[in-house]
């Protein structure tokens, strides 16, 4: 059968677009199909990857098959078809100090990739594990892996925080051997409870005196004055209930705040400045930011009543924090 040119330069064109394809296919599979996952051994890249926090991949550590239903390897098939997922690392148990554990070391413990990660940020942030349960609040810690893993944490002399003479320290490798030798009630750890009911000013007391209060570790003084300065200074005791998970009865060791609020002028201050206080949203700013932008300042506190986006209890929460 004799074809016209043109329909021969047509079936040609085909022809080499189903090899394309098909090669495709083959080679698809052969190098990113069978390499989709990252192996113990490669795990050991992750510290110097860590460190320059640049890794944004949520890799795993280790090898899975993927593949599920009638794609899954079965039993009988030839050499050349079979496959086999790689074997799960099996997690270990043994002492560790999480000051200083590298990635391998966390991984080899059953940490998942994404907490190793984490766990590498604090620490480049400046963030130390000073008693065992510093780690335990690590985002993600799970109640069995704590069981497994809580008891084999040994943190070093580097990092543990004393109590001497009043003072408060970190131990350094280089104290000298009377230093070693104190004592055990003058190496007690830093801080020591109050024996004794206190009252403590809300708005000034810091997080050394914070942890002094029984039931209160570095996790729950940390959240208190972070609050307290997003807050721009606490108004009331009754407010020490908007964060998450503080003891129940704390508010005993504060008197009621007298002064020491930072306010925020309403004319003045920039859309991320009023955003970022607790009791304004993004509604709430922008419409303060369209209301100066349309009709000029606001004079008072009336002028946001007129507005749908503020409640009476917004405002109520607010007037302290608000300056005109």
């Known amino acids: 059968m004799d074809f016209h040119p043109s329909d021969r330069r047509a079936l040609i ?6 090899i394309g394809i098909w090669s495709s296919i083959l080679l698809y599979d052969h190098f990113i199909g069978n390499n989709a996952g990252t192996t113990l051994a490669e795990a050991t890249a ?21 593949r599920r239903g009638n794609d899954a390897p079965q039993h009988g098939m030839n050499d050349e078809k079979a496959y086999f997922a790689q074997p799960t690392q099996v997690a270990e148990t043994f ?57 084999m944490i040994r943190i070093g002399d580097d990092y543990r925080l004393l109590a001497v003479e009043g003072h408060t320290r970190t131990t350094k490798k280089d104290d ?11 190496r007690q750890r830093f801080p020591e409870k109050f024996k004794e009911p206190v009252r403590l000013d809300l708005n000034r007391t810091d997080t050394n005196e914070l942890r002094r209060i029984p039931g209160i570790g570095p996790v729950y003084a940390r959240r208190i004055v972070r609050y307290r300065e997003q807050l721009g200074g ?49 509604m709430k700013a922008a419409a303060i930011a369209n209301q100066r932008r349309q009709n000029g300042p606001l004079k008072s506190i009336d002028d946001l009543r007129r507005m749908p986006e503020f409640t009476a209890d917004d405002l109520q929460r607010l007037a302290p924090y608000l300056s005109f």
Do not use: C
């Not at 000298?176 to 003058?186: E, P």
């Open 176 to 186: 000298n051997d009377s230093s070693r030798s104190m004592d055990g009630a003058a």
């Open 234 to 282: 606490f108004t009331s005791l009754a407010q020490l209930a908007e964060i998450p998970d503080l003891p129940e009865g704390i508010e005993q060791w504060f008197s009621a705040p007298a002064s020491g609020v930072r306010t925020i002028n309403v004319n003045k201050a920039d859309f991320k400045t009023l955003r970022r206080h607790p009791y304004m949203n993004y």
């Open 46 to 66: 992750i510290d110097s990857i860590e460190t320059q926090l640049g890794h944004n991949s949520e890799g795993q550590p280790y090898r899975h098959d993927n």
């Open 95 to 151: 002492p560790f100090d999480p000051n200083t554990a590298d990635s391998t070391t966390l991984l080899r413990l059953g940490l998942p990739a994404w907490m190793v990660r984490n766990i590498y940020k604090y620490r480049a942030k400046g963030g130390r594990y000073h008693e065992a349960d510093d780690f335990k609040r690590t985002y993600g810690m799970t109640g069995e892996l704590w069981k497994r893993i809580g008891p």
């Open 13 to 18: 064109i085909v022809f080499f677009l189903f």
